[in-house]
Every structure is written in structure tokens, then in C-alpha cells.
């Protein structure tokens, strides 16, 4: 059960795309794509972003999208904006009733 | 409006024990599986437990198994984590998650557990 592989941080201008992956082995990816995303802001609770690689949950902007290649998740975000400076972690159902997280990605809106 | 409201955080010594209870309101709690995921400080998450809808399905993380047990009651609305013989290591915030098609779609705002001497 090791964690998923993400970036420790990323940046970006207002209006730029970022990217951020997360990368495991082939029995962390391999079960249903049930992969999400979750942004966490300080002192707060994660909120899930992307669910099953790419599906947004009501409320979640469009400039969020996910997607998935082999051993390899990532999040991208355009459009950039100021409040989207947060923590991201990825997270897989890996079979068994189990999930693993990604250790997280801080992003820095410039 | 959807809530899970945790509780039972606090500070304990190595080896000793703690429950956590979970309350859910807002939505029909035995028709979602929950799970417990945990944040040691600065660090990330860990998802560590997870109980299906009725109860009848368990699974822990390794780094848990066998010293902590998760029930629920689903007449009381209420999600529980016996932890037994905490470590240091398991000192984080302690998140209770509803789950739903395999998604943890909502989180309460955590309880801090604290284990030093």
C-alpha cells in the first residue's frame, strides 16, 4: 500500500494551465479507473474534484479535468485563477475494498 | 444539507486506546458505505479503513490492521474507530468520508488524535 507518486509542487500564471500527475504501478491503476482528485485549502477538509478519472461532481468548474495513461493519473487545470492555489492529492481504488492516495502536490498561483 | 460531525479527538499516551465517532445527517447514512482516511501533521492522507452500508464488509490499512476497528450504527446515524495501541505515527486528523461508487464524495472536518507521552 505505498503511496502514488505526485509532484511536491507546482506553478502556474493566472490564465496558464497546470498539470499535475500521479504515478503508481500497474495493480494501483488497473481496477475500474475509479481514480479522483481532491483540492484541500489550508485548515480545511479535502473536496473531491474529478471522480472516476474524468467526471466532474456538480459545482466543480469546467477548467478542472482529469485523465488517465497506463500507470500515470493527471489533473489539469486552465485558466488559472487565484483560488485555486491549494493542495491536490489523486487517489485510486486498488482492489480489496483498499484505496491509496498520492503523497500531494502544493499548487502556487503566481 | 449533508454533515458528518467528528468526535473524540484528543490527546493519549503510546498504547493506549481512543474512539472516534462519526454523526451523519442530511442524507440516509446505511445507504452509503463510510471509511475513515487520516492526516498526520503536514503530511498527506492515508486512507486506513472502510465499512460497507449494512456493515457486513471491513477492510483496514496494513498500518492498522489489528490494533483499529471500525462499526457503525445505522439506526443512530453514527460511524465509530476504536483505535487500541496507538503509536506516535498515529497521530494525524482523522476524517470521516462517505463513500459512494467508490468515490469519497464527502468529508467531515476531522478530529485531531494525538499520541505522545
Known amino acids: 500500500q505505498s503511496a502514488l507518486t505526485q509532484p511536491r509542487s507546482v506553478s502556474g500564471s493566472p490564465g496558464q494551465s497546470v498539470t499535475i500527475s500521479c504515478t503508481g504501478t500497474?495493480?494501483?491503476?488497473?481496477?475500474?479507473?475509479?481514480v479522483s482528485w481532491f483540492q484541500q485549502n489550508p485548515g480545511k477538509a479535502p473536496k473531491l474534484m474529478i471522480y472516476d478519472v474524468t467526471k466532474r461532481p456538480s459545482g466543480v468548474p469546467d477548467r478542472f479535468s482529469g485523465s488517465k495513461s497506463g500507470n500515470s493519473a493527471s489533473l489539469t487545470i486552465s485558466g488559472l485563477q487565484a483560488e485555486d492555489e491549494a493542495d491536490y492529492y489523486c487517489?485510486?481504488?486498488?482492489?480489496?475494498?483498499?484505496?491509496?492516495f498520492g503523497g500531494g502536490t502544493k499548487l502556487t498561483v503566481l | 444539507e449533508v454533515q458528518l460531525v467528528e468526535s473524540g479527538g484528543g490527546l493519549v499516551q503510546p498504547g493506549g486506546s481512543l474512539r472516534l465517532s462519526c454523526s451523519a445527517s442530511?442524507?440516509?447514512?446505511?445507504?452509503?458505505?463510510m471509511n475513515w482516511v487520516r492526516q498526520a501533521p503536514g503530511k498527506g492522507l492515508q486512507w486506513i479503513s472502510h465499512i460497507n452500508h449494512w456493515g457486513g464488509d471491513i477492510s483496514y490499512a496494513d498500518s492498522v490492521q489489528g490494533r483499529f476497528a471500525i462499526s457503525r450504527d445505522n439506526a443512530g446515524n453514527q460511524l465509530y474507530l476504536q483505535m487500541n495501541n496507538l503509536r506516535d505515527e498515529d497521530t494525524a486528523v482523522y476524517y470521516c468520508v462517505r463513500d459512494i461508487d467508490w468515490k469519497f464524495d464527502f468529508w467531515g472536518q476531522g478530529t485531531l488524535v494525538t499520541v505522545s507521552s
Open positions: 442530511g442524507f440516509i447514512f446505511g445507504d452509503y458505505p
Open positions: 500497474n495493480s494501483d491503476f488497473g481496477v475500474d479507473d475509479h
Open positions: 487517489s485510486s481504488y486498488v482492489g480489496r475494498l483498499s484505496w491509496v
